[in-house]
């Protein structure tokens, strides 16, 4: 099994920063990617920002420019810097780990959220 923790959530004004991290424990496998995903009340969850194994990230286009994912491999730590906060960005974001276990099977674990509200 595998635990994420989210934290750093909060209230910020509009123009503000955040910094999200989500550290990982228990049985780690193979890490394939980590990411970041928000979901609006109502509306489908949406990806953020992932960085695979290799260290490629990608970003939803709302946010690229603003949001930075980076990662602390020692700390089983990925982070998400989000700068220039815009109240579209208040939501829940989820911390997503995906992983292949020894006996070849995928394994996609999620954080319990946290909460982001950017004030205008």
């Known amino acids: 099994q595998v635990q994420l923790v989210e934290s750093g959530g909060g209230l910020v004004q509009a123009g503000g920063s955040l910094r999200l991290s989500c550290a990982a424990s228990?049985?780690?496998?193979?890490?394939?990617?980590t990411g970041w995903y928000r979901q609006a009340p109502g509306k489908q969850r949406e990806m953020v920002a992932v960085?695979?194994?290799?260290?490629?990230?990608n970003y939803a286009d709302s946010v690229k420019g603003r949001f930075t994912i980076s990662r602390d491999n020692a700390k089983n730590t990925v982070y998400l810097q989000m700068n220039s906060l815009k109240p579209e960005d208040t939501t829940v974001y989820y911390c997503?780990?995906?992983?292949?276990?020894?006996?070849?099977?995928?394994?996609?674990?999620w954080g319990q959220g946290t909460q982001v509200t950017v004030s205008s």
């Open positions: 997503n780990l995906d992983e292949s276990l020894p006996d070849g099977v995928l394994r996609d674990t």
């Open positions: 228990g049985s780690i496998g193979s890490i394939n990617a």
């Open positions: 960085i695979t194994s290799g260290g490629s990230a």
